[in-house]
């Protein structure tokens, strides 16, 4: 009994840390499809050269983000399997085919697409190329909703029903693809990776001008780009949260209760706690920061209308409180410094400081990674708050996993772990050292710096006018 | 035996199926087969040559290995959750050795110059160790798979046989075939020549490791001595043999007399599809041989059906632009385009 129960513990773990590495680099290569394709579009429409410079640069860190993407995610397909048997065999009727048309109608789009847009711009011609940068942006978006209407059944069961195997069963695939919690939890998701993704490149771009790029055409050009995102998507990304906590709220009471740090129920208006020490042995939020009846106006829009606290469910029901409650405040946190910036940033648009005001840039750089970890803060919140199941409300999280002993499993997430670490540690280096610098007026291309080198194919180059300005930011 | 196919939905699923795992095994055969040869080209600029035939096209090989393990799940869910578990350590070795040689194809560009021999070791070892693995899995599912109720009932060694080690040895020896005969196609001059001579050890090595493999194989099970050599299955399991020899023969003939590019390739690729079909008559109608049917595993016809019709919308599609992608960076790799 106990070595089952740490096999099912090192199996959360394994899955937990391999889903947490693997989410970071699709967060980013979602974002940076987008991004090239539309630097690609204006490079075609304006025939501004520092787009297509910014494309070159941008296009580098990208494969090597998406062939993380990849080899990470081959591991999650398979995994469901070799940690969590009982899981596939009971949920594949129902789940697996969503992932197959995920396969079918992204992953093969964006490989297929992949090798054209990364060295096909001198080979299919500008048009083709464009299709195919669009591809596989279009490609990285499907197979988000894909994913996501998957992780969202678990929440949000719809459209099944149970066979005497103790199977899911399909009975309506509508129902089952678009379950309460897809759309609200997809439009926030993808948000989140465009909103990382602009986080990433204004850091990247503050930080060559804080080292001397300040008049980089092509890094003033990518700094403003994300700026506008962070002013006017952050808005629109609390909102979509706020309606996934809605949402939540309605089909996953419990989750909201973890998150909120509510033990006890308040019949006339419950507060809203900022911040504090969940502790669920005495049932009570120790060293609490609280707001009155704050809580009943954002999750009710009504000050004294009552929420139902974890005392009114079983103990056994509840997720891990404190992970749940700090996750949360972890995301939310982040999203209101990210609020911050934007605003910040249209001030200093208006004063025409965008470019010279060294503290905006400064906090841009610290802000850099701020999206990463907003993303896992809220995948944390959610995954965590769906504890103790993995089928919401039908199938426990204990009641899924494979008869494979810990040994194994301990000796598997080790091996992940090290090879993790070291290869992916690896692969940020080598972004890190393509960023250092910014966007040369030669700028070379995936097919010029990567395989398949074809020197001799790049645009002139005029080194005389920006090699000064950039000297400072060059390795 | 009763050899009668009907045709139904899960029929056309356990067909479909191992059409995209011969997609799979052909496709990343012969780019895991350069990663095994990569020792054989020891110069940086051959290397170099060697990795581009492959860079704008290797990520939609592995494709199909996703498309395995999903279709598994979806069609046969099962089997994927017996499977899965039986064969833990030869699966998760083969995603992490996929893990090594899938950034090596980007590190290797960014890697300074005295680091590169990491990342060189990273796609030998990884393309290796995958197929290995690969073939292991293949040999331990045919020597068969303990089941008990709806889970695996053996331990977590079961995998590990002399059997299954000769069927990984097959498998590398196998993909580095289809790859010296891929870089046969693409490259030209002394590093073709090089390739040339490659196939032609390990065309031997194959043959002879198939030869290996076949001759074992019908003593696994009773079931499989029937499958061959019982009257009237051996009118439909003859030709197998027969076939791999004619096309062996072909093989050494278009490597000995140069001039084909195209042919050694195409025909190894014939090879694969043969020994693969004689596999699946092996196994048929098992999806875990004499434990579970494909029947027993499949999902109900509700499931089957809504992926089929997106299956049949879509795999031609994506055969399409796939062939595009492929056909946009055809013809040799030249070694004249650039190299700082």
Known sequence: MLDQFDALLLARFQFAFT???HFIFPSISIGLASYLAVLNGMWLWTRDEAYLRLWKFWVKPFALVFAMGVVSGITMSYQFGTNWSVFSDKTGPVLGPLMAYEVLTAFFLEAGFLGIMLFGRERVGETLH?????MVAVGTAISASWILSVNSWMHTPAGYTISEDGQFLPADWLAVIFNPSFLHRFAHTLTAAYLTTAFVVAGVAAWQMLRGADKNRATRTMFSMAMWMAALVTPVQIFLGDSQGLNTLEHQPVKVMAMEGHYESHPDGAPLVLFGWPNSEER??????????????????????PLDGLDSVPEEEWPPVPIVFWAFRVMVGIGFLMLGIGLFSLWNRWKGTLYTNRWLHRWAVAMGPSGLVAVIAGWVTTEVGRQPYTVYGLLRTADSVSPVGAPAVGASLVAYIVIYFVVFGAGVLYIFKLINHAPRMDEGGAEEEGPLRTSGVTPATE????????????? | MDLAISFDLTVAWALLL?????IYVVLDGFDLGL???YPFFPKKSDRDLVMNSVAPVWDGNETWLVLG?????????LAYAILMPALYPPIIAMLLALVFRGVAFEFRWRARDNRRFLWDAAFIGGSTVAAFAQGVILGAILQGIEVDGRAYGG????????FTVITGVAVVLGYALLGATWLNMKLAGEPQEKARLLAWRFGLATIGSIVVVSLFTPYLDTAYWERWFAWPAILFAAPVPILVGVLTLALFRTLTRGGHDAAPFVIVLAIFLITFAGLGISMWPYIIPTEVTIYDAASPYKSQLFMFVGACVLLPIILGYTTYAYWVFRGKIDPEKGYH
């Open chain 1, 19 to 21: 889903v947490a590495f």
């Open chain 1, 130 to 134: 464009m299709v195919a940068c669009l």
């Open chain 1, 284 to 305: 009570r939020v120790d060293y609490a920061v609280e707001i009155p009846k704050l809580s009943s106006l954002i999750l009710k829009h009504d000050l004294n209308a």
């Open chain 1, 463 to 475: 080194v005389g006018r920006d090699a000064a300005i950039q000297g400072g930011a060059a390795e």
């Open chain 2, 18 to 22: 191992a059409t995209a795992i011969f």
């Open chain 2, 35 to 37: 990663g095994i040869l």
């Open chain 2, 69 to 77: 393990g999903g279709g598994l799940f979806a069609a046969f869910p």
């Open chain 2, 155 to 162: 331990t977590w060694w079961d995998w590990l046989s002399p």
